[in-house]
């Protein structure tokens, strides 16, 4: 794989280079690698482009779907702004680290920039535009998001790595590209520099861009996206790193909630569990009464003392580690680490998948040292001796004790790592590599998994969590032979014998029974090792964090998600009485109102206002109501005859019956001719209903 960064800013001699390669990019699909951040940013040609010698940037066309907006966007509408666009794929961690610094130009330049993300997938799950829909809300992305299956943009761009970004001036020409991560200074530099001249120029559209975001069409659930999960038979335990709520769930094995760790707040704060703060842990290892966690998006290790109640920060900077490290201990809170994603204890050894630089790394518990274990710094299958291995994105841990296993998740593998003195090395078990995957269960080779996530020991095999194949598969690591154990490979959320799941990516197992981080369904999942019956845990008492809640509401008196607007029959209404709105919905089967969600209603009086009122008097009324229950039944008010039309719109979130699962929101909006008449036989009540399918 290529290990370099690089930003670009194009003379005329390479924009005629690059020219030529867009002339012939429909014809030809650039062999597509990762780019990872192991090397210092190196720029070159960083330059003014003479006006004769510009590209103009090819339109966006070809794609499969948007996400993020209501509607397909075009360079030519978007005439006066400057685009940046995100050549991405969701299963890369190196794209996922630039997202943050995608955020800070955002922000930086809201009225004047608009990121465009063209997920060019890497894997055949993340062509699915639904599953890049679950990865943005997973990742909180806000910028619109083109789904390029086919790899067409890609071409059209003559891309040829995941991250690449390349920016476009706003009369639609191209001015600079950039490969891998790391890049934010170079970038902020040339957008400031081009938003000043054509400011200047009084050619730059500094209109707020009105999105549909994908975050507004669902609502909060008890879990999000968990991403690991860590059984304790012995203590009754069971650990949920509740990865989107930036916390970590504490229950019995049964589902019994006993406590949660952390405000819900991303933040790398320290103290007890009410102010501790985490940011998308995922991986966690028991000690007796300390736990440690995978921090993973703040680049930590953290310990959880669960006696005392607080959470301590043990390794880690708190900054992303971009340079290579040296295999030697050094004080562990003085060294930048990269993307933490699983733990394993071994003795006093705690060994992380440290899935940023494609190492495993060490953290001596008694010295409070850490340091590269195993593992190049190369993007890779490649097996050998600890400092000859390589690895791709190594994102789950298991061990027998002689044992360490590593679920390396880019090259599609699972890998085992003798732990003997004088015999440490590193092979490959079964599996294929970075660019050959699939579904296939046999011996070694010949199996292809697509980017598993998880794995765990159980009775001298190991159960493999097959993320994007949405199986649970068990390897024999003696004859290195995998069969599909459950799951029918195809997204979804069945209990019972014929299971389904979606993206699972945590796994554990206490008294005969193997839990699952389902986490693409925000649910943890239970089968039974003897009977194969799956069944979805529930916890009782379990909420969203109160900020998640909040900014739901915040956002619900701006937005009305999935509305569908419903013309209905006029309806009579006897003058001058108190008269009831009254307003039913039918659910999905197996679906009930959340009502910790801010439900919304509001009514407005659209003509006739000398007819019809709201109760309180006023034209339009408006209330958020967390406790919600159907029908809804609410006042008004009857006065002079005449004729009026009542408005009617309900923001309502809807879940399923176990609490797992999307949490849907939907809104419906009524449009009610009112005739108000001193007819005897008139009604002293209008009525609106729907079925939500």
């Not at 960083?46 to 339109?59: G, H, K, L, N, T």
């Not at 809201?110 to 993300?117: D, S």
Request: charged share 25%; glycine share 8%.
């Amino acid at each position: 794989m290529m290990k370099r960064l690089l930003v670009e800013i194009y003379s005329g001699v390479m924009m005629k280079k690059l020219l030529a390669l867009l002339l012939i990019a429909s014809f030809v699909l650039f062999s597509p690698v990762k780019i990872s951040a192991t090397l210092s940013i190196k720029i070159k040609n960083f330059m003014a482009i003479r006006q004769q010698e510009r590209v103009r940037a090819p339109e966006l066309t070809g794609g499969r779907g948007w996400l993020n907006t209501d509607r397909p966007l075009t360079l030519a509408g978007l005439k006066g702004k400057v685009v940046l666009l995100d050549f991405w794929t969701y299963g890369c961690i190196n794209c996922m680290h630039i997202i943050p610094d995608l955020k800070k130009l955002e922000r930086k330049y809201a009225n004047q920039l608009v990121v465009i993300g063209v997920h060019s997938a890497k894997f055949a799950n993340e062509r699915e535009t639904e599953n890049i829909r679950r990865i943005i809300l997973r990742y909180e992305i806000e910028h619109p998001v083109i789904n390029d299956a086919d790899f067409k943009i890609w071409n059209a761009y003559a891309v040829r790595a995941w991250p690449t970004q390349w920016l476009i001036d706003p009369a639609g020409y191209l001015i600079g590209r950039a490969e891998g991560e790391g890049n934010y200074e170079a970038l902020d530099q040339l957008i400031g520099k081009t938003v000043e001249e054509f400011r200047r120029r009084g050619e730059l559209n500094e209109q707020p861009l009105r999105l549909a975001l994908e975050r507004a069409r669902v609502g909060d659930l008890p879990l999000a996206f968990p991403g690991k999960i860590l059984a304790d038979a012995r203590g009754d335990r069971l650990f949920i790193a509740d990865s989107n709520h930036n916390r970590i769930v504490v229950t019995k094995l049964d589902g019994t909630l006993l406590e949660t760790i952390g405000t819900g707040e991303r933040g790398a704060q320290d103290g007890s569990f009410d102010h501790a703060q985490f940011y998308r842990p995922q991986g966690m290892a028991l000690d007796g009464d300390m736990l440690y966690v995978a921090d993973t998006e703040n680049h930590l290790i953290r310990r959880v003392d669960l006696k005392t109640r607080t959470v301590q920060t043990i390794a880690g900077t708190g900054r992303q580690g971009l340079e290579p490290q040296e295999a030697i201990g050094q004080p562990a809170t003085s060294i930048a680490l990269n993307s933490p994603w699983d733990l394993q204890l071994i003795g006093r050894n705690l060994y992380i998948a440290m899935a940023g630089p494609h190492q495993i790394w060490r953290y001596d518990i008694a010295l409070r040292e850490v340091a590269p274990f195993a593992g190049t710094g190369q993007e890779a299958r490649q097996d050998g001796d600890l400092t000859s291995a390589a690895f791709a994105q190594p994102s789950g841990l298991a061990s027998d004790g002689k044992t360490l296993y590593v679920s390396d998740a880019e090259a599609n593998i699972i890998r085992a790592i003798n732990l003997e003195p004088g015999n440490r090395n590193v092979v490959t078990l079964v599996g294929g590599d970075l660019f050959d995957f699939g579904d296939v269960d046999g011996v070694g080779d010949d199996v292809r998994l697509q980017h598993p996530l998880g794995i765990v020991t159980y009775e001298g095999k190991l159960f493999i969590a097959d993320t994007y194949n949405h199986k649970i598969k068990e390897l024999d690591t003696q004859s290195r032979t995998v069969r599909t154990f459950a799951g029918t490979g195809k997204p979804g959320q069945e209990d019972g014998a014929q299971s389904a799941f979606y993206e699972p990516g945590g796994l554990s197992v206490a008294n005969g029974k193997l839990y699952v981080a389902d986490t693409n369904n925000h649910a943890v999942r239970v089968v039974d090792l003897k009977t194969k019956q799956t069944s979805t845990l529930v916890i009782k008492g379990l909420r969203p964090p109160a900020t998640n809640a909040q900014v739901e509401a915040q956002d619900s008196n701006q937005l009305a998600p999935n509305a569908e607007e419903i013309k209905l029959q006029p309806q009579r209404l006897h003058a001058q009485t108190d008269a009831t709105l009254q307003i039913e919905v039918a659910l999905p089967t197996g679906y009930h109102v959340n009502t910790l969600a801010p439900n919304r209603y509001q009514i407005s009086i659209e003509s006739g206002a000398q007819s019809l009122s709201t109760a309180s008097g006023q034209k339009t009324l408006t209330q958020i109501e967390q406790n919600l229950s159907l029908p809804l039944r609410l006042p008004l008010r009857s006065l002079a005859p005449g004729k009026s039309e009542l408005r009617v719109a309900l923001t309502i979130f809807y879940c399923r019956e176990d609490n797992t699962g999307t949490c849907l929101i939907k809104t419906l909006v009524w449009r009610v001719p009112v005739e108000v008449t001193t007819d005897a036989s008139a009604t002293r009540e209008v009525r609106v209903q729907s079925t939500i399918r």
